[in-house]
């Protein structure tokens, strides 16, 4: 069991970048309670992804929104993630992200894209063709894993913006230690 700690910007975990993790066929028991636990937390904060560093860790390990029908959604682990491939065609919808409480603006990402990873709802690894918000959400989370935040996609004007509610955000994260 991971004792998770739930972080926010400008928390230094958020920037790091995760190594992948090497296994053969079933990942570490570790890891696969650490999907479970995430998937407890993102239920909890009411959010549609999540990654390790948003808990205070630096693994490769994200747990995303899938479609499932009915504009439902089920939370699937994956450990290892990665893009292979994205579409030049793209969408720019708001976003916004757990760790940044409040904190909602457009970001463009690709309409789809060819991810890879091991999926624990499918128990191996596996590549899918993600489309829409499945896409943007494995993205988003992706990025996370890469040490990349959302605010980094934002746009000169937006970035200028979002200022005073990233100090604001800063000054609330500082208040919570």
Known sequence: ?????????????LRMKASPVDFDGEPPEDLL???????????????AGLSAQQVGLVLPVMVCGVPRGGGRYDLV????????????????REEGCLS???LYFPVERPRK?????????????????LVGMA?????????HINGILFIDRADKITRER?????????????NRK
Not at 84 to 90: G, H, K, R, V
Not at 135 to 143: M, V
């Open 1 to 13: 069991m991971h004792n998770l700690r739930f972080t926010y910007y400008p928390e230094k975990t």
């Open 33 to 47: 309670n650490l999907i479970e636990q995430m998937k407890d937390v993102c239920r909890e904060k009411e959010g």
């Open 77 to 92: 682990g994956v450990i290892n993630p990665k893009i292979i491939d994205e579409s030049d065609d793209t969408l720019i």
């Open 100 to 102: 940044f409480p409040g």
């Open 113 to 129: 894209i060819v991810a890879e990873g091991w999926f624990d709802d499918v128990k191996r690894r596996d590549k899918r063709e």
């Open 135 to 143: 896409a943007r959400i494995f993205c988003h989370e992706n990025d």
């Open 162 to 174: 979002i200022k005073p509610q990233l100090k604001k955000i800063a000054q609330e994260t500082m």
